[in-house]
């Protein structure tokens, strides 16, 4: 029996609809990301589940009990802000001890769990600091450490590493991820950053303008997007127009004079193409012709724009000695039939 | 000095402090600070300074009724303030009414800060402008709207009878209660700007992360929300207890000419008994009094939240 779900929520600011009919499920003990543009509702959503908003429309359980019942003091749900939001006047242990101090735990016990706590993050040594005093990471971890020590039934985390420099966003990742495997609390994660969603989570919740647009395992979405969207949004991806035909051997794509099998089975029209920037290879034979305008070398891989009369293409070949085009070289580029997605429609209306 | 400076001091890079000059550089003396403030340094020696120096001076003077000043150094005027306690009544009260008047303007005006900033867009900037109003209409005509109110045959006093909540009227004017009443209402803004400074620089998040730990709305305020304005609410009070007992058109309208407090009572010296030395001392004593009772409470909260002034 799924753990939280939500149910056609839906929040309207005016005419504006923030989330429009969501609805989700999620497993006890999963980490979970709501993935999207700034302005997608995924902050909105985590506002409603936290109750600091009130949905216009939905509903939203959690293990059974109507959560929306109760006021946002008494859901006992941990949130970690994208501000941290630290009692500046306190000491990080007085930080974490506060909502024990709410809910009544004995002195002994209390202090026992904060030092725990803060031993959990790895700032054992640091209860008696005031937050002004830490640096950015290490109030991030007293954030976390302040929403868990009260074992929340389920943590809810708002951009929690953006505020982070990159060394530092990584090393709180693998922290992230280790604290929640150790401790097994349900989570569910606000980001705009796709790595950092496809890092951390066991889902992704990929939104936009206020609806789902996939719900998927990372790899699942990153490798099966389901919509051009969520392609382009998931890494890097190239986007060609074409035109969708139906003959007898079946449904095919014309993309700058090619043509591919297509597997599903499309409405003839316009369409895209999707291919990822990895899975596109220099071909002899059959493919897209193209000639190189740029090639960047990144260290591990390097990174080619091909200009072909589709469109320009993305292409990303390991560094492992093969020879490679130059620049101005006329090329052939193709990619294997399962490696592409084709959707019905025009790259403009994703 | 004042909790003004110690918040100023919370914004500044403390970076900034400890970066040593390049030592490869000349030892030479820049000089444009200085004379960049020396207009401003100018006008504090004149307006501020010399009058003062000039009102110490005169103070220590001394006054006959048929010799006018004489022009001796002598501490007779402070003598003479101190050991007499027609004095001591008239300084007992302006701080009784000054303190009175700090902290109803604190109980007043930190809640109707809080009030205001998390009210909607149109009502915040109107309600904003009726807290500022008194500030915009002159004294005098505020405080004579005062004395209209209060008369015993004024507004307040005849609703009260006509509801039968009192059967004579109440007196306010010429009376203490009188006096704190208006000097609050002329007041309350600068505590309001104060602490709704404070508040600005409060975290919108801060509240919803108490929440969210499980404190009731009643406990956020108190735990999280009070401790972080304590600096506004203790620079606002500084500002109001200052003006309340230095007030001068306010007191001598609504206390008149019996009710006197120290600003009153250097007036009087100086123009209806002509005796300027002893105003001054007045004045000198005031001053006095006030920057040590205004350290003094400075220097113990400040302690005491020793951890938000940091």
Redesign the interface.
């Known amino acids: 029996m799924p753990y939280l779900v939500l149910d056609k929520l839906t929040k309207r600011f005016g005419q504006w609809l923030a989330v429009d009919n969501l609805s989700l499920t999620v497993e006890k003990g999963e980490l979970i990301s709501l993935l999207g543009p700034s302005g997608c509702g995924k902050t909105t959503t985590l506002q409603m589940i ?3 908003l009130d949905p216009s429309g939905g509903r939203v359980t959690l293990d059974g009990a109507d959560l929306l019942a109760k006021k ?8 970690v ?3 941290y ?7 990080a242990a007085e930080n974490v001890a ?2 024990l101090e ?2 009544s735990i004995p002195r002994a016990d209390r202090d026992r769990m904060v030092k725990d706590a803060l031993q959990l993050v790895g700032l054992g040594a640091f209860g008696d600091r ?1 937050p ?1 005093r830490m640096s950015g990471g290490q109030q991030q971890r007293v954030a976390l450490a ?2 868990l020590v ?1 074992k929340p039934s389920l943590l809810l985390l708002d951009e929690p590493l953006s505020n982070l420099d990159a060394k530092m966003r990584e090393e709180m990742q693998i922290e992230l991820r280790r604290i929640q495997r150790t401790v097994g609390t349900t989570m569910i994660l606000v980001t705009h950053d796709q790595a950092e969603a496809m890092a951390l989570s066991d889902r992704v919740v990929i939104m936009n303008k206020g609806k789902v647009e996939q719900v998927a395992a990372p790899q699942d979405a990153y490798d099966n997007p389901a919509s051009a969207f969520v392609a382009n949004f998931l890494g890097r991806t190239n986007l060609l127009q074409g035109t969708l035909r139906q003959d007898g051997g079946g449904c095919r794509i014309d993309v700058a004079g090619t043509a591919w099998p297509v597997a599903a089975e499309l409405p003839a029209g316009p369409g895209v193409l999707t291919v990822r920037p990895e899975k596109v290879t220099f071909v002899d034979g059959a493919g897209v012709p193209g000639f190189v305008r740029a090639r960047v070398f990144q260290g591990t891989q390097w990174l080619f724009e091909i200009q072909t009369d589709a469109g320009p293409l993305t292409v990303i070949r390991q560094h492992d000695g093969q020879i490679l085009p130059a620049e101005n070289e006329r090329v052939t580029v193709g990619w294997r039939a399962e490696d592409m997605r084709v959707m019905a429609g025009t790259a403009g209306g994703a | 000095m004042t909790a003004v400076d110690s918040q100023n001091a919370l914004s500044m890079d403390p970076a900034a402090d400890t970066a040593a000059p390049p030592p490869d550089k000349p030892e030479r003396r820049n000089w444009a600070p200085y004379l960049l403030s020396l207009p401003a340094l100018a006008l504090y020696a004149v307006l501020l300074v010399v009058p003062l120096a000039m009102t110490l001076l005169l103070s220590l003077n001394s006054f006959g009724f048929y010799t006018g000043i004489q022009d001796v150094w002598q501490l007779g005027n402070y003598t003479d303030i101190v050991t007499d306690d027609y004095f001591h009544e008239i300084f007992l009260r302006t701080f009784r009414i000054a303190v009175l008047v700090t902290l109803l303007c604190a109980v007043l005006g930190a809640p109707e800060a809080y009030v205001l900033r998390r009210m909607k867009s149109p009502w915040r900037g109107l309600c904003l402008l009726v807290v500022l109003g008194p500030l915009l209409i002159s004294v005098v005509s505020r405080t004579l709207g005062w004395a209209l109110l209060f008369g015993s045959t004024g507004i307040i006093n005849t609703a009260l009878m006509g509801i039968g909540l009192i059967a004579t009227p109440i007196e306010f004017m010429y009376t203490e209660t009188g006096v704190v009443i208006a000097l609050t209402h002329v007041l309350v803004p600068f505590m309001v700007l104060s602490v709704w400074a404070s508040l600005q620089r409060l ?1 919108p ?2 509240e ?10 009643f ?1 956020v305020l108190r ?2 929300v009070l ?2 304005v304590v600096p506004g609410i203790l620079s606002g009070s500084i500002i109001v207890f200052a003006l309340a007992a230095s007030a001068f058109a306010t007191p001598a309208i609504i206390g008149g000419r019996r009710l006197k407090v120290a600003a009153t009572l250097a007036y009087d010296e100086f123009l209806n008994t002509l005796n300027w030395p002893l105003g001054a001392a007045v004045a000198i004593l005031l001053l006095i009094a006030n920057v040590v009772i205004i350290v003094g409470c400075n220097r113990l909260i400040e302690r005491r ?1 020793k ?2 002034f ?1």
């Open positions: 936290a109750g600091f946002p003091n008494e859901r006992g749900l941990g949130i802000f994208q501000s939001a630290l009692f500046p006047h306190m000491t506060f909502g709410m809910r005031y002004r302040r929403a009260i | 975290d998040q801060v919803n992360a108490a929440l969210s730990l499980g404190a009731k709305p406990t735990r999280v401790p972080q939240y951890q938000v940091e």
